[in-house]
């Protein structure tokens, strides 16, 4: 295809990812580096018979004047990166040298926002990602043995969960573990605890998210395993057969290294996917024990009266970091047999 | 290979027969229970003393009068005002597959059929957008939004959705096209067609059940968005998902939960059919990009 064909025909598209995609993720790094302008303040004293008063006031034509000039803020290079919203620094070196043993580090790690969020969000990508590769198979193996009337039936019900808005499916969860609901009262008499809450206790609330993300895209890895393993070929399956290979031994030696690439692809997605883990903390209002990077920007934009348009933006810049490390494995090797294509 | 032997019943088929019941179960209970609820008060489907009672609307009965009552679909649609919420989901999907699909089909039939390195490297750069966070964008956003004052409206949010649609719509309509023989509108142009009356004349009429794929998961992105509508739409302009998440704020206070899961049940509604008509191209729109590698 000649350039300018391709350009005429990719233009639409090009521009649009150029215009709304890259060009925000400037703003976005820009942005982090400055910090809003400091209110003008105005201090004058009164003085009367009773003595003197001072006021403050803000100077808001001042104010506005300054956002005029700079409406990005005061240059602030990488300031914001280091502070105690995000890496915290100075902090941590202090919580080194005063905690006596790693425990307690980690524990004072745990104060800062960044850290928490980061911690929740790592464990959440790498609990629920192999969860969801291990039940999605089981399930795939499970539904080809069944009778074909069952299957379609089988799938229509699988796929719900995640079509689902992923909002008001954690709401529909949440509402059923409420310590009014029916799972979250069955539990409560079980136990015989009337106080017992899935939402009181941290290390519950996360259990609580990460069933919500297994349950979530389970379904995803279901099908695309089902999907490969309708092309298994089936010679190498009867030739194992024939050599005395149990059905275990069946999957272990012809089915699994046949759906390997597979494999590999689901969990590419599934990393993406869960990275980016926000809605279920809003549906199960979860804020107060379990924290996302997503959730944190959005509480940076949305939270404070001003939005803090440069602790987002470092944010978002922290994030995009921790998706290309994510990605680069992936990219080296799309790189490398893009060159072998070329070459062959 | 419908053997006899295929059908027996072995332990392990039993087992196998078992989890996949106990998956059904899990995966279907939620929205059985939650449907039947929303017909009811909220004594009876958030009921501490008896879970029954949500079953047989015990208070629904003593409230109402009957066992079915339809006061959460009336205070949320008609009191609060969701179909509002309806209307706009309805333009922003509409519009928003219409578009993606319109950008998606050129930009991918021109990455596929073109032979040159930069087309590689849109693609990679399309792979690391899509596996962005959307928020991450949302704050580049909003300053420029406000300043040029196009911040709250509908065809703002539109753009947008299409946009971070985009690379998903691309890759996958590039694999479709890449199925589609070079041949033949090749050939075409032998015969005197350049490009675009190629594309016209041979590609376009059948092009559709790619495109169609391709459309239902952009009717997915757009109708299931949080971040994006959340972040840029105003009150009025509310989507359904962001107006469900105001809903809890406001609704909550009240005692009115059962507004909440009324509005939940009827965005779930039209997803379920959805499903129920499009699951063929579903199931092989998710497994396209995978088998093929």
């Excluded at chain 2, 609704?251 to 379920?272: H, I």
Aim: with cysteine; glycine share 6%.
């Amino acid at each position: 295809m000649k350039h300018s064909t391709f350009l005429l025909f990719s233009l639409p598209s090009l521009s649009v990812m150029f215009l709304f995609i890259a060009i925000p993720i400037v703003s976005v790094f820009i942005q982090s580096l400055h910090i809003e302008h400091k209110q003008v303040i105005i201090v004058t004293e009164n003085c009367d018979p009773f003595g003197c008063e001072t006021t403050t006031s803000v100077d808001t034509e001042a104010s506005a004047k300054l956002k005029e000039k700079a409406p990005l803020g005061k240059f602030n290079g990488f300031k914001t990166y280091s502070n105690r919203m995000h890496f915290a620094f100075d902090e941590l070196g202090e919580a080194w040298k005063s905690s006596d043993s790693f425990t307690v580090f980690v524990k004072k790690l745990y104060n800062y926002p960044l850290y928490r969020a980061l911690s929740f969000t790592l464990t959440y990508t790498f609990i629920v990602t192999p969860f969801v590769l291990f039940l999605g198979f089981l399930v795939a193996v499970g539904v080809n043995n069944l009778p074909k009337m069952f299957k379609g039936p089988t799938i229509f019900a699988s796929l719900l969960p995640m079509i689902v808005t992923p909002l008001v499916g954690s709401l529909i969860l949440f509402w059923m573990v409420d310590g009014d609901g029916v799972i979250g009262a069955t539990l409560q008499k079980i136990f015989n605890d009337n106080s017992l809450s899935l939402k009181a206790s941290p290390v519950l609330t996360w259990i609580m998210l990460m069933v919500y993300g297994i349950w979530h895209l389970m379904p995803f890895s279901f099908i695309v395993f089902y999907a490969g393993l309708q092309t298994v070929p089936q010679e190498t399956i009867e030739a194992a057969t024939i050599d005395g290979a149990s059905k275990f031994q069946r999957i272990r030696h012809v089915v699994i290294p046949h759906l390997m690439p597979l494999a590999i692809f689901i969990t590419l997605i599934l990393l993406m996917d869960n990275f980016r883990v926000f809605e279920p903390i809003i549906g199960f209002r979860a804020e107060a024990h379990a924290t996302s990077i997503s959730w944190l920007i959005w509480n940076h934009l949305r939270e404070s009266a001003y939005p803090l348009y440069n602790a987002a933006g470092a944010t978002s810049m922290i994030t995009i970091f921790g998706v290309a490390i994510l990605l680069l494995p992936v990219l080296i090797r799309t790189w490398r047999d893009f060159k072998e294509k070329n070459k062959g | 290979m419908n053997t006899k032997i295929e059908n027996k019943l072995t332990p392990v088929r039993i087992i196998a027969f078992i989890f996949v019941a106990l998956w059904l179960i899990v995966a279907m209970f939620p929205f059985i229970w939650t449907l039947w609820g929303s017909f009811k008060v909220q004594a009876d489907f958030f009921s501490k003393a008896d879970w029954s009672n949500a079953i047989f609307g015990f208070h629904t009965e003593k409230q109402t009068g009957s066992f079915f009552t339809m006061g959460g679909y009336y205070g949320s649609w008609i009191e609060e005002e969701f179909w509002r919420a309806v209307i706009n989901t309805s333009i922003v999907v509409f519009f928003t597959v219409l578009i993606s699909l319109t950008f998606g089909t050129l930009g991918g039939y021109a990455l596929a059929r073109s032979t040159y390195r930069y087309a590689f490297w849109i693609l990679m750069a399309g792979l690391i957008f899509r596996a962005m966070p959307h928020m991450t964008l949302i704050s580049g956003y909003l300053q420029p939004f406000f300043a040029w004052n196009v911040w709250g409206i509908l065809p703002t949010t539109i753009i947008v959705l299409v946009a971070i649609n985009q690379p998903f719509t691309l890759w996958m309509l590039h694999s479709f096209f890449l199925n589609i023989p070079k041949d033949l509108d090749e050939s075409a142009m032998c015969d005197g067609c350049n490009r675009f009356q190629a594309f016209r004349y041979v590609i376009i009429p059948i092009m559709w059940p790619g495109v169609i794929t391709t459309g239902l998961f952009s009717f997915l992105l757009a109708y299931n968005d949080f971040t994006v509508t959340s972040m840029l739409l105003s009150d009025e302009n509310e989507t359904m998902i962001p107006a469900i998440a105001s809903f809890l704020g406001t609704v909550q206070e009240e005692g009115k939960v059962m507004y909440a899961v009324a509005a939940v049940v009827s965005a779930t509604a039209p997803l379920f059919f959805f499903v129920l008509f499009f699951q063929r191209q579903i199931v092989s729109g998710l497994t396209a990009g995978a088998v093929k590698g």
